[in-house]
């Protein structure tokens, strides 16, 4: 973990939650997942803010943030898609979706596109398995997906964050 | 009078539920008819799903519905005659999906609303949690439990009334205790646990406070999987319910017993499920599981006695209490009491949810319940307890839901997911999709888990992908027990399970990746050789057309060829072709 | 606090209620390995090579993280135990990627430990080094001068320039302790009373005596010769070896020993095998390969048609061989240079080497190849001698076949092949021929032979098919070979007589060691200096003499060539508990698991200690140390499952401040992951500072 980036975020936002939990045993990923909600993702800045606070030292809190899948230490792409690798997916055939994704796209999991509109993660079980196979795109599932349905969702989304750009 | 209620869990939401409500509710507002919601109905492949009720009564179950159907629905209601509404009814052989279960743990999912205490009670909520606390001594609770038999429905199957017991009896060091429900529910393939908390909230409360008291907890926690956030707003909401009507807090029923519950949400990590590493998880370090012994009932979380078990487990408790231990008992077989959910996907006719007394066969869940495999196609075997379980062959398919009978089995009962496969399922797929997943999943803490599941992994994707040496299956075989004896906890001693028990009744598909570079299921790419057959092809040129790589030669009306080192194997040939004249092998 | 009794392994061990097996285990002798365990942190139970089978237990257990039970029995050796225990250190070797030793000592044959003696040389210390060289090299004076030295063609500082100059500096470091007037002479273990006879005394029978006294034993070494060095004295001109300034000083030290030397002797002649045998509770045969092989052409039985090594042979001993003013060579090794160089020294005006094959495939060392040419040597490529034409009894003329090279052979080297039709002809006064030696066994007839007529010797403990008769060198298994190979062979061959003699034979097994491959490695980082080269007389007043050609390294140039070395064998190799249990577990295939790695990186942590993440086997040692025992958590885990790293939060600015640098993580580190930067005076360790920054 390296300050070096000269990173600065607006940390008066994470305060209330400092004050709020810092103080309280186990708290840690609390706090880490109330940072990354404020701020979308852990800056490297955020991570060391939060140790100075707990008292935890920053290896044990860049630990903790890398151990979770949860926590990105990236900003995401406008449009996460969270493409499930559960089982019932997996026998549905999940893999020409990731295929179909890859290739409309251009990245893999844990990838954002260059215009900073997709990132692609793997995730657990949705839970969503008689839909399968799923993917989510915030907080919104896709279900029955083929690799065409899939290729025409990206395209929607891509043409409507071109119309949010010029209105 | 009438009134609609909507099944809208995760999955029914996924489908589209929310957007049928939206579209019923200013329909039916006109008209006076309420639009409630419940939670998940179990009939996840029926999705969206609507019920008409009569008072207390269900007159009509409809399916599949869509936004468009709103207009239609709403008249219908409007008058008298529902028969306008037959096409979206569900028909006999799905009601039959339900009809053949026996509903415990899920006896109030899909019928009350889980975002109302009252609608609890009204269906006998908090009945048990009043009993045990108007006089019931902890050791009477736990001689309860006891007598029904109930075991840890997390997978392992282990005793609950012994786990309470040890908890109850050990010695706090500073007047803590907890009681922590796991519903870090992480088999891919398994979501009963959530269902639970979505649908019916209030029952893991009361399981979880009668528990409380049992062992004499201060403090329940509920550790969530991140995954789930609407379970964490319809827990919190019920929760904050509960506590308002006394069933949590201070002196809970006007009895002595004071315990108050959190939600603490997990964070992406399939190895919290196992109890050490959700008490290092809860206590906000990285989930590495601890060693055994201690045990958690002795030093858990904070080090204080604390009892975990999971959702299914706790949402069994209020109706035990109320119907009584041996009541509860008289269902199952020998070894294993009481009923099992199971979340019945893959390619099953019926998939959702499952609650079945033990004892039931195999074929009676996946073709008695779930009505067999979809388009036709042959069963080849079901998926059992997910990364920790195994494959069960179809010829053993009238093996019994038991404890002891599935481990027999080399698959283990697992939490609940059953995920059914035909015949174009690879095998030695399936055991490289699970052991991608434990290497993902594994800690990275002990050698074996760490390193161990790795190389089982990277041995399992050489052989789908044609590079399967001799030796290989010897190799496989060493590795897995070595992995077993030689991991730190649960997550890394079970890996290798799904590679065992295919080892054991698929071996002819290893043998055949690896010796003959074929994969009989045709599901591993690398493996596949398309072919176009001269005789059959009339020059359509409709393959050539659709070849994303361009490995298709051939010009108008006369048969085409594939260029085999340029095929990419994807399929599209076969599937654009009119004329049978594309094979694949 | 009660006592309690258990059973490990069938012994019976006493302990103190609530310590766990390895305690006790440790306590009672039984060494039961780990790698994650340290006294002064929590038990962790990450490694899992501790574990053991209690009976009636169904699961085996971590034994630092069990409590023993009062009357329990444990294993640590059954079959389910070693599995699950070999298979950890499978695991871990396969993600570990370092090297254990130097490729230099691995690449030699006697496994001399280079490394470790040049940094002795760089830092002045010669007889240091000697005494480190003579645990596996009795002769270094004398095989510094000849050795075609192996070490030099795996030293990885080719990669960055040249590869260091190992052997001169050998020789270098060896002539300063020679002459220093207080030489190392190694320490003589109690007498033992037994008896060894070594038949030959060359670089193997010379070796095995050294070792052997050493050790205690009552050694005497017979030679046929009526001096001793063998081939060393009789093979090596003295041009490059100086026989009586060098080689025999060498061998008084080993006399000074109390070895006894018996010259003029002859088995078959003076004394049967049998009878020798019975004299000697151990019997060395290390009589080397002394016939030169035949060119099998016509004209071969004309005067003027020498052997290779018997012209040696003959010149060393003070004969003048006529061989006339021209003469040709046959053959591209190094005896062929021997004798091509020696002519030249007779006084032969046209001296020609004649090989079949071209310069790049010449056995010979290219340094030998060069000299020659300074020296005159004219050399004839692709041809072969098809007949020695004679005129009255004497060589007049070789005709050569011209040949080709066709497709490589079984070892690579491409195949001369016919031209066919095409001659010449040469004209020559006599004809070497130095194409090779073989083993002259007369007086050996009870001893098995291979079907090369080869001395047959066990690979791992030497002996023939005789109990109490071993076997080293050119004379056995693959045959003639250089002076290094038997002294290797002798060294491993004294140890299993030694164990033998004591009566439980250890039979010699080459240990298991981790490798790194050069591709895998960034060279970049070293600054290029280059290869010192050793001064010699110029061609032209050498060719005149057999006085020694090289002049030695001054000790200027010797420091800063041995300073050169990029230290690749692991600093940690002899306290490393990874592999040292790892070669007790017989990890012998780390390939079967091969597999993705860990990249391989090195980083500094503050000035003070340097982190290797390819040694790493994330034990958490290093970690729990700093956050437990000295209570600052400067280290943390990051990431998870395989990829997970541990990574120093130095880049934190203050940090500095915050290390306390006791370097406790480094002492707890069961690998050589850690690297301490400072020696015990506090003086940094300059490797790292010939670095690039």
């Known amino acids: ?167 | 009078m009438r009134r609609i209620v909507i099944g809208e869990g995760s999955c029914g939401i996924a489908a589209g539920a929310a957007k049928v409500q939206s579209a019923l509710e200013p329909l039916l507002k006109e008209a006076g008819i309420p639009v409630g919601i419940t939670g998940c109905i179990g009939m996840c492949y029926l999705e969206p799903i609507v019920d008409i009720y009569e008072d207390k009564t269900l007159v009509r179950r409809l399916v599949r519905v869509s936004e468009a159907d709103a207009p239609a629905i709403a008249a219908a209601l409007a008058g008298e005659d529902l028969s306008a509404l037959d096409a979206l009814t569900i028909q006999p052989d799905d009601e039959a999906f339900l009809k053949k279960q026996t509903r415990i743990a899920l006896r109030n999912c899909g019928i009350v609303d889980p975002t109302d205490v009252i609608d609890y009670e009204a269906r006998g909520g908090y009945e048990g949690l009043k009993k045990v606390l108007s006089g019931m001594s902890q050791e009477e609770v736990i001689d309860v439990i006891k007598v029904s038999g109930l075991a840890g429905r997390g997978g392992a199957g282990f005793p609950t009334w012994f786990k309470w017991d040890a908890a109850r009896k050990s010695q706090s060091k500073n007047g803590s205790k907890y009681l922590i429900c796991n519903a870090d529910e992480g088999d891919p393939g398994a979501f009963m646990d959530r269902a639970v908390i979505e649908s019916d909230p209030h029952n893991l409360i009361e399981g979880m406070m009668i528990g409380a008291y049992a062992i004499g907890a201060t403090e329940a926690v509920v550790y969530v999987r991140a995954e789930y956030p609407l379970a964490i707003v319809r827990l919190e909401n019920a929760i904050e319910q509960a506590r308002a009507a006394g069933y949590l807090g201070r002196n809970i029923c006007g009895s002595d017993f004071s315990c108050d519950m959190r939600i603490k949400a997990g964070a992406g990590a399939f190895v919290c499920g196992e109890e050490t590493a959700l008490i290092e998880s809860l206590e906000g370090h990285r989930g590495m599981p601890r060693l055994k012994p201690p045990f958690p009932a002795q030093a858990g979380y904070w080090q204080e006695p604390s009892n975990i078990n999971n959702v299914e487990t706790y949402a069994n408790v209020p109706w035990i209490l109320t119907h009584g231990g041996e009541t509860y008992a008289q269902m199952g077989t020998e070894t294993s009491k009481g009923t099992k959910v199971f979340a019945l996907t893959g390619k099953v006719v019926r998939g959702g949810l499952v609650e079945v007394p033990m004892g039931m066969t195999l074929r009676d869940v996946i073709f008695g319940i779930g009505g067999g495999i979809r388009d036709g196609r042959k069963c080849k075997a079901v998926q059992m307890g997910g990364p920790s379980g195994g494959c069960i062959p179809y010829e053993m398919f009238d093996t019994v839901i038991d404890y002891k009978a599935l481990a027999a089995t080399g698959a283990i009962m697992g939490s609940g997911g059953m995920v059914v496969m035909d015949e174009t399922t690879c095998m030695v797929g399936m055991a490289k999709f699970f052991l991608d997943f434990t290497t993902k999943e594994s800690c990275g803490k002990c050698v074996h888990c760490r390193i161990g599941t790795k190389r089982l992994y990277e041995i399992l994707t050489r052989i789908t992908e044609g590079n399967g040496r001799e030796g290989d299956i010897e190799l496989l075989e060493e590795l897995c027990v070595a992995v077993k004896d030689g991991a730190l906890c649960g997550l890394g001693q079970t890996a290798p399970n799904p590679v065992l028990t295919t080892l054991r009744y698929f071996r002819d598909e290893y043998v055949a990746h690896i010796e003959k570079k074929k994969c009989p299921s045709l599901e591993c790419a690398a493996l596949l050789r398309y072919e176009i057959h001269a005789d059959k092809c009339i020059g359509c040129t409709m393959c050539a057309r659709n070849c994303p790589a361009k490995a298709i030669d051939g010009t108008v009306k006369k048969p085409h060829v594939i260029r085999q080192a340029d095929c990419i194997r994807c399929g599209q040939c076969l599937a654009s072709c009119r004329f049978g004249a594309i094979t694949v092998e | ?693």
Not at chain 1, 89 to 115: P, Q
Not at chain 3, 110 to 120: E, R
């Open chain 1, 1 to 167: 973990m390296c300050q070096c980036s000269q990173q600065k975020s607006d940390l008066s936002l994470l305060a209330p939650v400092l004050e709020k939990y810092a103080a309280v045993p186990g708290s840690l990923i609390t706090i880490l997942q109330k940072a990354q909600d404020i701020y979308g993702y852990l800056p490297t800045d955020v991570l060391y803010a939060v140790a100075e606070a707990t008292g935890d030292s920053p290896a044990k809190v860049l630990g903790v943030a890398t151990f979770y899948t949860q926590f990105r230490l990236q900003p995401v792409g406008k449009y996460l898609i969270m493409q499930c690798q559960g089982t019932a997916c997996h026998v549905n055939g999940s893999e020409r979706i990731s295929k179909a994704i890859t290739e409309e796209l251009g990245i893999r999991d844990g990838e954002t596109t260059a215009d900073g509109l997709f990132t692609l993660k793997d995730v657990a079980c949705l839970g969503c398995c008689s839909l399968s196979p799923v993917m989510m795109i915030n907080g919104e599932t896709y279900g029955t997906l083929t690799p065409e349905k899939t290729v025409k969702i990206l395209r929607s989304l891509k043409e409507q964050a071109g119309k949010e750009a010029q209105g």
């Open chain 3, 1 to 693: 606090m009660s006592e309690i009794r258990i059973t490990i392994d069938g012994r019976e061990c006493i302990g103190q209620s609530g310590e766990t097996v390895l305690t006790i285990a440790k306590r009672n002798g039984i060494d039961i390995p780990t790698l994650c365990f340290d006294e002064r942190v929590k038990i962790y139970g990450a490694c899992g090579v501790c574990l053991v089978e209690g009976e009636g237990m169904p699961k085996l257990m971590r034994s630092c993280a069990t409590e023993a039970r009062d009357g329990a029995v444990y294993h640590t050796d059954t079959e389910r135990v070693k599995r699950a225990r070999r298979i950890a250190f499978e695991l871990l070797m396969s993600d570990h990627e370092g090297d254990c030793l130097g490729p230099c000592k691995l690449n030699c044959p006697a496994g001399t430990d280079c490394q470790a003696y040049l940094k002795q040389i760089a830092q002045g210390n010669d007889t240091e080094a000697v005494k480190i060289i003579k645990d596996h090299l009795p002769l270094p004076a004398s095989i510094g001068r000849v050795c075609p030295h192996p070490c030099e063609k795996a030293c990885r500082r080719q990669y960055v320039d040249e590869p260091i100059s190992i052997a001169f500096l050998k020789y270098f470091a060896a002539d300063n302790d020679l002459f220093s007037g207080n030489k190392f002479m190694p320490e003589i273990a109690p007498e033992t009373g037994k008896k060894i006879g070594i038949i030959g005394g060359g670089p193997g029978g010379l070796t095995a005596a050294y070792f052997l006294r050493k050790k205690g034993h009552e050694v005497t070494v017979y030679d046929q010769m009526p001096y001793f060095g063998g081939m060393l004295r009789y093979g090596i001109p003295e041009y490059r070896l100086p026989k009586d300034g060098i080689l025999q000083k060498e061998i008084d030290s080993i006399a000074e020993m109390g070895v006894k030397f018996v010259p003029n002797y002859k088995i078959g002649r003076d004394e049967s095998l049998e009878d020798f045998r019975a004299r000697h509770d151990a019997t060395v045969v290390a009589i080397g390969a002394w016939t030169s092989s035949a060119m099998r052409c016509p004209g071969e039985d004309l005067k003027g048609v020498f052997g290779g090594i018997h012209f040696l042979r003959e010149v060393i001993e003070g004969g003048r061989p006529a061989i006339g003013k021209r003469v040709a060579i046959v053959g591209g090794g190094n005896t062929a240079m021997d004798a091509c160089r020696t002519a030249v020294r007779l006084g032969a005006e046209k001296v020609y080497v004649i090989y079949r094959r071209t310069e790049a495939e010449m056995p010979a060392e290219k340094i030998e190849i060069a000299e020659a040419r300074e020296e005159g040597v004219e050399f004839k490529f692709l041809c072969n001698p098809a007949q020695i034409v004679g005129e009255n009894g004497r060589v007049k003329e070789v005709k050569l076949q011209i040949m080709q090279l066709g497709e490589p052979d079984a070892s690579g080297r491409r195949s001369p092949v016919p031209v066919e039709g095409a001659f010449e002809t040469l004209q020559v006064d006599s004809v070497i021929a130095a194409i090779g030696q073989y083993v002259d066994a007369a007086g050996f007839e009870a001893i098995e032979k291979n079907r090369r007529g080869v001395i047959a010797a066990d690979e791992h403990t030497f002996r023939t098919n005789l109990p109490d008769v071993f076997a080293v060198g050119d004379a056995t298994n693959k045959g003639a070979d250089i002076a290094i190979a038997a002294i290797g062979e002798a060294g491993k061959a004294a140890d299993v007589i030694d164990s033998f003699l004591r009566g439980a034979e250890v039979p010699y097994v080459k240990p298991f060691v981790s490798e790194r491959k050069p591709e895998d490695i960034d060279f970049t980082v070293w600054e290029s200096y280059p290869r010192a080269q050793m001064p010699a007389r110029p061609g032209e007043e050498r060719r005149c003499d057999f006085a020694e050609v090289n002049k030695g390294f001054d000790e200027e140039t010797a420091r800063r060539e041995a300073a050169r070395c990029l230290e690749c064998g692991c600093h940690d190799y002899k306290d490393c508990l990874l592999i040292r249990y790892a070669q007790r577990e017989q990890v012998l295939d780390v390939k079967r698991l091969a597999g993705e790695k860990h990249p391989n990186y090195t980083e500094e942590r503050l000035v003070v200690i340097e982190r290797n993440q390819g040694k790493c086997v994330t034990c958490n040692l290093c970690v729990r140390v700093c956050d437990e025992e000295v209570g600052i958590g400067l280290l943390g885990l990051v990431g998870r499952g395989f990829t997970t790293v541990i990574k120093p939060e130095f880049n934190t600015p203050g940090a500095t401040d915050v290390c306390r640098t006791c370097l406790k993580c480094a002492q707890a580190c069961p690998t050589g992951a850690l690297r301490i930067l400072f020696d015990q005076n506090g003086v940094r360790i300059p490797v790292s500072a010939k670095k690039r920054a």
